[in-house]
């Protein structure tokens, strides 16, 4: 059975750091691409970034790049995502996603999704 847990969610002033976890079981780093999404009050679920380790591929949308790191542990069956420079814009409900069929920053191509945990930026 495939699960994917978040953790690491909090509130943070404006300029500081937070990291989510994303613990997954049923498959490994090298077999899915696993993806950070967000989704903030009356908006919808955007993907922020992606990493698949067998093809190397990723990305970062732009309103995170530079800002945000994903990467994984493989040992701990483990992706993570280090937040800094945090805005209240990157206030939302923060998602990791798995599919096996590589990177997409599309929410409809994940088949796994865990149950999301809150990031909120205060300025």
């Known amino acids: 059975e495939v699960q994917l847990v978040e953790s690491g969610g909090g509130s943070v002033q404006a300029g500081g750091s937070l990291s989510l976890s994303c613990a997954h079981s049923g498959f490994t780093s090298d077999e899915y691409a696993i993806a950070w999404f967000r989704q903030a009050p009356g908006k919808g679920r955007d993907g922020i970034a992606c990493?698949?380790?067998?093809?190397?591929?990723?990305y970062y949308d732009e309103s995170v790049e530079g800002r945000f790191t994903i990467y994984s542990d493989n040992d701990k069956n483990t992706v993570y995502l280090q937040m800094r420079s945090l805005k209240p814009d990157d206030t939302a409900v923060y998602y990791c996603a798995g599919t096996r069929y590589g990177c997409n920053d599309q929410a409809h191509a994940y088949e796994y999704w865990g149950q999301g945990t809150q990031v909120t930026v205060s300025s």
């Open positions: 990493t698949h380790n067998p093809d190397g591929s990723g």
